[in-house]
């Protein structure tokens, strides 16, 4: 289970397909094999190795007189008020301090490893072992400075077991053989689990008490099953035997230590029936063996192979009928299989699918009808699906057998006029269907969205886009949504008020506050970039501030920390970099450095032309500011006629000028400490003139300490500063003149260090969270294993498609991965690289293989349950734009340039095969989308000069006479051109653009994305003029892709500059759902 080994309760338990390269790191961990001994250098108080041997001594933790075992003392961790202490014993065992030190290491959690112990409460460093006295309390800590304001002890200590010898009892006939060496005699026995021959005869025998074959045949299940799922199979190995003990006649059935015995009435076998609960096509009827002496964990392994569910991912077997119980040990199975033939076997989504759906469709409590089993059903889907049945068999059906002269005729005879529109100024036909569609009213449809999963983490920028809060959830945001996430909870709040992506973060000092600033939005009617500040438990708004001054965006935000986070300060990302001092609570301008238009001397207040990464107030003292970015570290002050002037003669590079200045942090003296894009930290000291200058004697050592850019520093409460920079990671003493303490580097693959911050900031045990370049969160500390606790893509998204049988989806991007996502508990499966980058996605109607089309020219198929490649075909030199599989399954079509490749698919996706001549040409520019219709007979594509053409694959060229297919029934609706959608065209804006849309599997609802990154929902078909809709704006830039799951309960969405990926929840408009309150900026539809 090596992929899927975690530390703590971690979302990311994810497995890596292996693509095109062996060995490619896993998912949630960092580190193979154990870590390094601590390292050692000059003047560190660590041995070159060794440890304490405790191997034959037991704890002595909680032990109340000393005796012989040496001398018996308690050590508390430096800062820490609610540490309970840890108590041991000093005796001849430990030869060194060295010694002990390392021990104490792996018992008490700090940053950088126990380095120092201390006599409480007179603070004396320990410096030798004879030193110790018995009884007394000592601190443990990693710096040479021990924290006199903590009462160490004063917790009160949990009360340890006792280790009394138990006294003596009557025991159990049953348990002689525990007690006693009882000789054992050897039956052989068969396995548990045997997959049925053709015969089943064998279901009523009694098992034999020797058997000698477990090679079994598979039951046969369809016709077209594929020859390698009726493989034999072994479950156990030949010569397993079962132990029966003469004296207590007693056998163990299973690992749980359940007890029968063999003096009973043997049970006769029974035929089961086990199914994957991710692909009900996968099902295997075994025989049952009650008599078995197989361990309960070995038949779960044998079920999870069985079932084809990759190592380590197998959760549970479940029973097939409701309650939908899980089986925890073997006499469970056993009272089971008495009641139950059928089972379900899962993998990392954890329940049975009918729990899920059940959960799913749970009524709302405020609802009068929504009590279970009394819902009515919607009588528009029955009334629809009439509607489906009938165009299906009359138009389409009848005319499949008629030759084109006959279709003409018939088409003039019907008199099937056009309907002309207007695409951006070229005018288009489109023919309606001859029956029209009592749904297509052009009213609003009864669904409504509502955001359930946010994936991924916008780290690209370096900027502080990563909290903590008090009750230790994490906040961060993706295009226009801020995100709570709760880790223990498995759960995410949303903040949608925003219209445009959020650029910059702050949180309040009292962490009860966040303020989030957003860009300039395209388009003519959008809303001026504004900061709000609001509630982070409840999202409630409290204040929208600077509508009238931000023309450009906000680049930075920041509260300050002396007035306990009265003052905001916000830097715009205009040309000008004007930075103002708010009053945030009175939504009152304090000060702010752009001259007003009778103040001539501009250069006085002028922020800088340069670029601005960041700013932040001095901690102690709020009339000062520093702002850092292209080649400049600014210190300013504010005066009380509310101007900003900048101190000249602070933050001045006596030498060499770094590039950009990346991250800044604060020593506990008041020190200004910078990093910088050569790799240096640097140390600002404050004069008595208030300036801020170079601390030559300790910032040269610290000149190029990293090899690139320092984007993160962290000061902890212990005065460790962390620094990050690139994929390494340093810790440096402040209380020992910054002295290098220990160096930790993660994979390349976890991308660049952006941010770096503790669980908290009053803990020392050395926890950490990281965001990183590729969008990622990672949890772990310079002791233990780092471990994913977000993960997404870091480029675009470009290619997203959905399970046809299971809850899942697959995700493609420009950043040539391959993502395959569980939908109920957003975890990431596997993750495969292709080498290439990734255009588009499409699975074949069973679900089995995937392909992408690349920018290359090439497609790679890959295994859909593992990710492995599987084929790959070079098609053509440009990319491949959209890529499909007929419902059949027999073709696939990928879209190059103007051109549309067709390819038999043989083997069940293993195999292809040009078709024919091939090709399809007539476009006069790139394909965009293509659909096939339900009979596998015809195709509609659409080019980016908005031509939809349609394809008859029987004679391999264009069907000019839309009119013939007018009735047609296309198996998807990614085209973003047809009459079923004029009413969407025609809500559009000037400069506005359908990019992508998809129809619900049920006919019901139309999803349209466009390219202002807003996500419209209407009702299908949309036909009428001005039809309604409800919107959201979940992104700034284009949404890129839309996707129905297979049951429509979700739907899947991509888009915007940070690789945003959207997981929406399809609701009922009649149900329940509480909105957020009432905003003038509010983009949420509250129906």
């Given at each position: 289970m090596d992929y899927y080994d975690y530390d703590g309760p971690h979302r990311a338990h994810t497995q890596q397909g292996n693509g095109y390269r062996q060995g490619y790191p896993t998912g949630n961990r960092y580190d193979n094999g154990a870590y390094d001994n601590p390292d050692t250098y000059q003047g560190l108080r660590y041995p070159s190795g060794g440890s304490m041997d405790h191997d034959d001594e037991p704890d002595t933790l909680g032990r109340t007189k000393l005796g012989k075992r040496g001398k018996l003392v308690t050590f508390y961790r430096n800062g820490d008020n609610n540490f309970k202490g840890f108590q041991t014993s000093i005796n001849s065992k430990i030869r060194s301090l060295e010694t002990l030190l390392v021990d104490l290491t792996s018992k008490i959690p700090t940053t950088t490893g126990i380095r120092y112990i201390f006599t409480w409460p007179d603070c004396k460093e320990v410096r030798d072992l004879s030193e110790f006295e018995g009884g007394r309390s000592y601190i443990a800590s990693c710096v040479k400075k021990v924290n006199k304001t903590i009462n160490y002890g004063s917790v009160s200590r949990e009360q340890f077991w006792q280790t009394k010898k138990p006294s003596a009892g009557r025991h159990r006939e049953d348990d002689k053989r525990f007690l006693y060496n009882i000789k054992p005699k050897q039956v052989n026995r068969p396995p548990v689990l045997s997959r049925m021959s053709a015969g089943i005869a064998a279901a009523n025998e009694t098992p034999r008490e020797t058997d000698t074959s477990d090679t079994f045949n598979t039951w046969p299940r369809s016709q077209n099953m594929k020859a390698k799922n009726r493989k034999s199979r072994n479950f156990q190995d030949d010569d397993s035997v079962a132990m029966d003990y003469e004296d207590t006649n007693t056998r163990r059935s299973g690992s749980n230590g359940d007890i029968t015995s063999p003096n009973q009435k043997p049970t006769p076998g029974k035929v089961l029936t086990v199914v994957n609960n991710l692909n009900r096509q996968i099902e295997e009827k075994v025989m049952f063996n009650p008599g078995t002496t197989q361990e309960f964990e070995e038949i779960m392994e044998d079920i999870s192979d069985m079932m084809k569910i990759p190592q380590g991912a197998f959760t549970g077997l479940f029973a097939g009928t409701h309650p939908f119980k899980k089986i925890e040990s073997f006499s469970q199975l056993l009272r089971t299989v008495e009641k139950c033939d059928k089972f379900i076997a899962c993998s990392l989504e954890g329940v049975p699918q009918e729990i899920l759906k059940r959960e799913r469709e749970a009524p709302s409590s405020n609802s009068s009808n929504d009590s279970t089993g009394m819902r009515k059903p919607r009588k528009h889907s029955r009334r629809y699906e009439n509607?489906?049945?009938?165009?299906?068999?009359?138009?389409?059906?009848?005319?499949?057998?008629?030759?084109?002269?006959?279709?003409?005729?018939?088409?003039?005879?019907?008199?099937?006029?056009?309907?002309?529109?207007?695409?951006?100024?070229?005018?288009?036909?489109?023919?309606?269907?001859?029956?029209?569609?009592?749904?297509?009213?052009?009213?609003?449809?009864?669904?409504?969205l509502k955001l359930e999963w946010v994936y991924g983490y916008r780290g690209q920028e370096a900027k502080n886009n990563l909290y903590v809060l008090r009750t230790g959830e994490l906040v961060y945001y993706v295009a226009t949504v801020a995100i709570v996430y709760d880790k223990e909870k498995e759960t995410q709040k949303h903040y949608m008020e925003h219209t445009e992506d959020i650029t910059c973060m702050a949180l309040h000092p009292t962490q009860n506050y966040v303020a989030t600033g957003q860009q300039v939005g395209s388009s003519a009617t959008a809303i001026l970039p504004h900061i709000r500040i609001w509630d982070a438990k409840s999202l409630y708004t409290y204040k929208e501030i600077g509508l009238d001054l931000f023309q450009y965006g906000i680049n930075t935000l920041a509260f300050s920390t002396e007035s306990g986070g009265d003052l905001l300060l916000a830097v715009d990302a205009s040309d000008r970099h004007v930075l103002s001092v708010w009053d945030w609570q009175a939504g009152t301008l304090t000060a702010k450095t752009t001259p007003t238009k009778w103040e001539c001397d501009y250069s006085k207040f002028a922020t800088t032309s340069e670029v601005v990464i960041s700013g932040c107030f001095y901690p102690q003292d709020d009339t000062i500011i520093i702002t850092y970015g292209r080649q400049h570290i600014f210190f300013w002050k504010i005066f009380q006629d509310s101007k900003i002037y900048r101190d000249k003669k602070s933050g001045v590079f006596n030498d060499e000028v770094p590039k950009f200045v990346t991250s800044v942090a604060f020593a506990p003296n008041g020190d200004v400490i910078s990093g910088d894009s050569n790799g240096s930290i640097l140390i600002w000291s404050r004069n008595d003139s208030d300036q801020f200058a170079i601390n030559r004697h300790i910032s040269d050592h610290m000149s190029h300490a990293h090899h690139k850019s320092v984007f993160a520093l962290c000061m902890k409460a212990d005065g460790i500063l962390l620094s990050g920079a690139g994929s390494e990671i340093k810790a440096w003493d402040t209380s020992s003149e910054y002295r290098f303490i220990k160096e930790r580097m993660l994979p390349d693959t976890a991308g660049t260090i952006r941010n770096m911050l503790p669980h908290n900031q009053q803990d020392t045990d050395g926890q950490l969270y990281i965001g990183t370049a590729n969008n990622s969160i990672l949890e772990g500390s310079l002791q233990n294993k780092f471990t994913y606790l977000i993960q997404g893509h870091h480029k675009e998204v470009s290619g997203l498609t959905c399970h046809p049988t299971e809850q899942t989806f697959i995700t493609a991007g420009l950043d040539k991965e391959v993502c395959k996502w569980a939908l109920y508990t957003h975890n990431l499966i596997w993750k495969s690289n292709i080498g290439l980058e990734c255009v588009c996605v499409a699975f074949d109607p069973q679900g089995l293989v995937m392909a992408i089309g690349t920018t290359a020219g090439r497609f790679v198929i890959l295994d859909s349950s593992s990710g492995n490649h599987v084929a790959s075909i070079q098609v053509g030199n440009d990319d491949i734009t959209t890529i499909s599989f007929s419902p059949d399954g027999k073709m696939l079509a990928a879209g190059c340039q103007d051109n549309i490749f067709l390819y038999q698919v043989l083997d069940d996706g293993q195999c292809f095969r040009k078709h024919k001549t091939g090709v399809l040409s007539g476009h006069s520019n790139y394909i965009r989308q293509l659909d096939w219709s339900t009979d596998s007979r015809y195709i509609q594509s659409v080019s980016a000069d908005y031509d939809l053409m349609y394809w008859d694959i029987g004679k391999m060229q264009c069907e000019k006479q839309g009119a013939l297919l007018r009735d047609s029934l296309w198996t998807t609706q990614s085209a973003t051109l047809g009459h079923a959608l004029l009413g969407a065209w025609s809500n559009l804006e000037k400069d506005e653009d359908i990019v992508c849309t998809a129809r619900s599997n049920k006919h019901i609802t139309l999803a349209v994305g466009d390219n202002t990154g807003s996500l419209r929902l209407y009702k299908y078909p949309c036909s009428k003029q001005k039809a309604d809709f409800i919107a959201m704006k979940p992104y700034s830039k284009s949404t890129n892709n839309v996707c129905y799951t297979n049951d429509d309960t979700f739907l899947i969405t991509s888009g915007g500059s940070d690789a945003g990926l959207m997981q929406w929840c399809i609701k009922d408009n009649k149900q329940a759902m509480l909105p957020l309150p009432a905003s003038p900026f509010s983009m949420q539809d509250t129906l």
């Open positions: 509607l489906e049945i009938d165009s299906m068999s009359s138009p389409e059906q009848m005319s499949r057998h008629e030759s084109t002269e006959d279709r003409l005729n018939r088409a003039k005879l019907l008199n099937v006029k056009p309907v002309t529109v207007d695409i951006h100024g070229l005018r288009r036909e489109f023919y309606a269907p001859s029956k029209t569609n009592p749904e297509d009213n052009g009213a609003k449809p009864d669904k409504k």
